[in-house]
């Protein structure tokens, strides 16, 4: 609905006025004035779209009044209605800008036509500020995601020199994750969703069809929006999410390490599935919360020995030790009973094992007094399968190149963790680790730059259908293959075709 302002001194013109545009049967908000000064008060005070006015008025006339306010209503579209055929008038009119200059007594015709004239222009316009604001923003989506994933910030900011990249505003990032191709099947946009938008979130970002980015401002309860958020969810999608926290933001060069803190940090909902909502320090905060099991902690150092993982069941042993060290609560005969399966599982890794001297070995740990000679039988007996590992071909590198082989095969089916960690017969939190280890970024990462590497290959070199493009590379729903391709080239599909080929990244 568009608003007009009517300006006549003459209330029985402000009729003829109001009649004829009732007439259009289109719908306006209308307001009137009786000369210049009253008008000129009237859009100070609000904005109209479009402005009819009389010529000769008391205090100030049209021309006047239209010359006070083309400079600030740049949007204003106005018509002049006048008794006056002078050629002054028209000319001053046309300076400012007037759309029409109709006489008086006004022709209906003229009338229709005239307004019809404008409403256009004010649909146009419309629509171009909308496709502006559109591109601006698909353009400060692409930065974000450049800069999450490590693009050096002066470089962007010379790169996108006109555009505003001061995310000053943005104190906290939430990852949301699903267990399955969640946005990309159901093409879900959570700006539109009205619960949400009660929450505060700044800014989206989708990484990929079962991630996404939140950005929040400096919020004092981020925690409790973060399980309202999982509740709304629920609630409105019937679906389970998973939100890690990062830590404060201090600039943006902080984002990219904000990032990888958010995918650690996530990775703990594979060993408690029951816990929604994960952030710094809960382990501290919440005893028991973020800490494995035995069984966990088993399970993942005897993954590591079959992967030929040393450096991981390192980290695992020491995390392991860690939990023990001052647990008194827990009997010796226990804590030995544990270390001594690990001493097992080990050894049995180990060419040529003499089981005389891991029987030595299990009685010296047995007979252990203090907690570090215990450690220290572990540690040793990991030294000797490093030196049986030197030299051989980490099992990490075939599972990866496995998985990395399906991906190239299949890239057009839905490819979730959970899937391709059981075709590889890993924990899909330990093929995440292996994975980025040894490819440098994580899965999901991979998964979305090998498909648009795809996308845009069809586009460069084949006149297939977009619709058809997006099926091809795994995404159902078009429209969110259109966004994610132009989030992460800079420009849609469309346009990278039209272009030859040329993207921003």
Excluded: W
């Amino acid at each position: 609905m568009y608003k007009i302002l009517i300006v006549d001194d003459e209330k029985i013109e402000r009729n003829g006025i109001r009649f004829l545009l009732k007439k259009l049967n289109l719908e306006f908000e209308i307001a009137e004035a009786v000369n210049g000064v009253d008008a000129l008060e009237k859009l100070e005070k609000e904005d109209f779209d479009i402005l009819l006015t009389d010529v000769k008025m008391p205090f100030m006339d049209g021309i006047e009044l239209i010359d006070h306010v083309v400079k600030e209503k740049k949007k204003l579209r106005t018509v002049i209605f006048s008794g006056c055929n002078e050629f002054d008038y028209a000319k001053k009119a046309i300076r400012l800008g007037v759309v029409d200059y109709i006489l008086k007594p006004v022709d209906p015709n003229e009338f229709k036509n005239t307004l019809n004239k404008v409403v256009n222009e004010l649909e146009e316009a419309k629509a171009s500020d909308e496709l502006k604001n559109k591109s601006m923003e698909f353009l400060y989506e692409h930065a974000l995601y450049m800069l999450l994933n490590g693009t050096d910030v002066t470089k962007l900011r010379q790169e996108y020199s006109g555009l505003s990249l001061d995310l000053g505003k943005f104190k906290n990032m939430l990852l949301m994750e699903f267990n399955h191709d969640f946005f990309g099947r159901r093409g879900v946009d959570f700006k539109e969703n009205e619960n949400l938008k009660s929450i505060g979130i700044l800014q989206y970002l989708n990484l990929n069809q079962q991630q996404e980015i939140l950005f929040l401002g400096d919020e004092m309860n981020i925690l409790r929006k973060a399980n309202e958020i999982v509740k709304i969810i629920k609630a409105d999608y019937d679906a389970d999410c998973y939100i890690a926290i990062s830590s404060d933001i201090g600039d943006l060069s902080e984002v990219a390490d904000k990032m990888e803190e958010l995918e650690v940090l996530m990775e703990n909902k594979f060993y408690h599935p029951e816990i929604h909502v994960f952030y710094p320090n809960m382990e501290g905060e919440t005893p028991g919360i973020i800490q494995f099991d035995d069984d966990t902690f088993m399970k993942q150092m005897k993954q590591d020995i079959k992967m030929k993982d040393v450096e991981a069941l390192r980290e695992h042993f020491q995390r392991f030790c860690e939990k023990y060290r001052h647990k008194t609560e827990y009997s010796q005969i226990y804590i030995k009973f544990l270390f001594s399966n690990l001493m097992k599982d080990i050894y049995g890794s180990i060419d040529e094992t003499d089981e005389a001297e891991l029987n030595k070995d299990i009685e010296k740990l047995y007979m252990a007094t203090d907690f570090q000679v215990l450690t220290e039988l572990v540690e040793e007996a990991i030294r000797r399968l490093e030196t049986c590992f030197a030299g051989k071909t980490q099992m990490a590198h075939r599972e990866v190149e496995l998985v990395k082989q399906y991906i190239y095969r299949n890239y057009g089916s839905e490819l979730g963790i959970d899937m391709l960690a059981d075709m590889v017969h890993l924990a899909p939190s330990y093929l995440s680790t292996v994975f980025k280890k040894e490819t440098g970024q994580n899965l999901s990462k991979f998964i979305k730059a090998y498909r648009m590497e795809q996308a845009k290959d069809m586009l460069e070199n084949s006149m297939t259908k977009i619709v058809d493009i997006s099926v091809a590379c795994g995404y159902p729903n078009v429209s969110y293959f259109c966004s994610s391709f132009r989030e992460f080239f800079g420009v849609s599909p469309q346009k990278f075709r039209e272009s030859g080929g040329q993207a921003d990244a």
